[in-house]
């Protein structure tokens, strides 16, 4: 098993909007909290794996938002381990600022590995009901490098729902990464729905996690859907994601609790 493994995992959020609330604007009416996540992965024609995490999520009075957890990750031969911190805040009434940063190592057959993922993003309001968000995210991950740049519009036809198209895009290092996504999310008291998908492509490199050969340009598939359900003062978050392409794919069912600190 290639290092390609590894990287199809680095490489989720280039093609993904992650199974979270939707992410225009740190919560108002946030508390510290805990985040515990756990995730279960099968691939085709490979062994499977899960990984674990957990994470603080601290509010200040001025409405900003810091994060700070640990994860630990392993499909087949390969386990890695990352810490990770993050901040959102809001600088005017209609601009959110983010930023988020993980690093660690892990081991595969070849040998050790480092991990180091980056992210900063700005979202704004031009117009009532419409945001536009701006993306940078940084990847060093074993053998793969590069930046992945991404441009969404967020369109909020009624005050529940939220739908979202972004292009992503990469520039430097082997990524090759480029593709189209669509999000929707239904936002109610106590509750919300999401579901989304993404076309994209990417190099042999990187999607290649069985073989590793040297295969042509390839397409890539997406689809996700999961929900929010208040559980008491806290949330649970369940979702399930599937990508494939030509000879391959992986499944990921993650559930999360997130509850309030006393």
């Given at each position: 098993m290639k290092r390609s493994l590894i990287s199809i995992f680095a490489l989720l959020a280039c093609f993904r909007a992650a199974a979270q609330a939707p992410h225009?604007?740190?919560?108002?009416?946030?508390?510290?909290?805990?985040?515990?996540?756990?995730?279960?992965?099968?691939?085709?024609?490979?062994?499977?794996?899960?990984?674990?995490?957990?994470?603080?999520?601290?509010?200040?009075?001025?409405?900003?938002?810091?994060?700070?957890?640990?994860?630990?990750?392993?499909?087949?031969d390969n386990r890695w381990w990352i810490a990770r911190g993050g901040l959102?805040?809001?600088?005017?009434?209609?601009?959110?600022?983010?930023?988020?940063?993980?690093?660690?190592?892990?081991?595969?057959?070849?040998?050790?590995?480092?991990?180091?993922?980056?992210?900063?993003?700005?979202?704004?309001?031009?117009?009532?009901?419409?945001?536009?968000?701006?993306?940078?995210q940084l990847i060093r991950i074993a053998q793969e490098r590069g930046s992945v740049f991404t441009v969404a519009a967020i369109v909020q036809p009624v005050r529940a729902l939220l739908i979202e198209l972004g292009v992503s895009r990469s520039a430097g290092g082997n990524l090759g990464t480029r593709s189209q996504s669509v999000?929707?999310?239904?936002?109610?008291?106590?509750?919300r729905l999401f579901a989304?998908?993404?076309?994209?492509?990417?190099?042999?490199?990187?999607?290649?996690?069985?073989?590793?050969?040297?295969?042509?340009?390839?397409?890539?598939?997406?689809?996700?859907?999961?929900?929010?359900?208040?559980?008491?003062?806290g949330e649970a978050v369940v979702a399930y994601d599937e990508i494939r392409k030509e000879g391959s794919s992986r499944r990921t069912v993650s559930l999360s609790v997130r509850w309030p600190l006393p």
């Open positions: 225009i604007a740190p919560d108002a009416g946030c508390r510290d909290a805990l985040l515990v996540a756990a995730e279960r992965y099968e691939l085709r024609g490979a062994r499977g794996g899960h990984g674990e995490s957990l994470d603080w999520i601290g509010c200040s009075r001025r409405g900003t938002v810091f994060t700070a957890g640990v994860g630990d990750y392993s499909i087949a959102s805040a809001r600088p005017r009434d209609d601009v959110w600022f983010s930023a988020s940063a993980a690093a660690g190592a892990g081991r595969d057959p070849s040998g050790s590995f480092d991990y180091l993922s980056t992210r900063e993003g700005v979202t704004a309001r031009p117009v009532e009901r419409l945001f536009v968000r701006f993306e940078h999000r929707v999310d239904w936002v109610r008291d106590g509750a989304g998908a993404a076309l994209g492509r990417t190099t042999p490199q990187v999607v290649d996690i069985v073989s590793g050969g040297a295969l042509d340009d390839a397409r890539s598939r997406q689809g996700f859907v999961g929900a929010a359900i208040a559980i008491g003062v």
